[in-house]
């Protein structure tokens, strides 16, 4: 199974869990009436997502909903297949439904990859992903467009963000003070050559002048805790985050 980490934020009655592993991170958002996943890896990180639950003391049976940041294949496939298992809706933007259900794939291709196989990070990267099931092309056919959130453990906020992919969403937690950014705000990455705040490479993102006037956005956020899509948890100024992504 994937090693993963577990770092938690208490804000009143919630607590806000970002769970760290090698490719992708997801979040769990738990109060006393359940859980809501915010995405949840891979397909094969499926046992690895009950495992995070297992950690917070809770179980896929206390899944009361599941958000999408977006319908990548990294942040989709641990849902799609703890579905098999579990009954739960899953949410993502009004924009992104489609991709969730795969009316059509917004994802890098085994060609744009293939370009820049070449470097040893890259194969690095695809000798961790692919086992993980980076190829598998399911959807969740009865993903749902979210529109109020409140009613889900946590209550979360969909902060619309799109250009990672048309209909990706941030979400804020915590009352504020946690942004949960996907992929349009990262801090690392298994093929990134820089640590820290940064937005991801082209080759993954579909709209780059939209992603990159979205994460102009979130510096009006409050937020003094980030958890991306991929790589380490950030605490400080989001709004100090977003210049460095930028710059
Ligand atoms: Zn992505």
């Known amino acids: 199974m994937a090693s993963l980490t577990v770092s938690s934020i208490t804000n009143g009655d919630v607590r806000t869990h970002f769970v760290s592993t090698a490719a992708v991170n997801w979040v769990i958002l738990q109060d006393d009436s359940g859980v809501t996943l915010i995405d949840g890896g891979y397909p094969g990180h499926a046992s690895a997502v009950v495992e995070s639950l297992t950690q917070i003391g809770s179980a896929p049976e206390e899944i009361r909903g599941a958000l999408l940041t977006h319908a ?25 439904v489609g991709h969730a259900r795969r009316d059509f794939l917004e994802q890098a291709s085994p060609a744009d990859i293939a370009r820049i196989a070449y470097r040893p ?31 889900l453990p946590g209550a979360p906020v969909a902060v619309p963000t799109h250009g990672h992919t048309r ?29 820290g705040p940064q937005c991801l490479g ?17 510096a ?19 709004a100090v985050f977003v210049e460095q992504a930028l710059t």
């Open 72 to 96: 990548h294949v990294d942040h989709l496939g641990g849902i799609a297949a703890l579905r098999r298992g579990h009954s739960f809706d899953v949410f993502a933007d009004p924009e992104e």
């Open 121 to 151: 990070s890259v194969l690095r990267w695809l000798s961790e992903i692919v086992p993980l099931g980076a190829l598998d092309k399911s959807g969740i056919a009865d993903a749902l467009p979210f529109t109020d959130l409140s009613a």
């Open 167 to 195: 209909g990706h969403s941030a979400f804020v937690v915590g009352g504020g003070e946690v942004a949960v950014t996907g992929d349009a705000l990262v801090s690392g990455h298994m093929i990134s050559t820089v640590a």
């Open 220 to 238: 009006a956020l409050d937020a003094t805790v980030v958890m991306p899509g991929h790589g380490p948890l950030l605490r400080g100024d989001i």
């Open 202 to 218: 082209h080759v993954f993102t579909h709209d780059v002048p939209a992603n990159e006037d979205a994460v102009a956005s979130l």
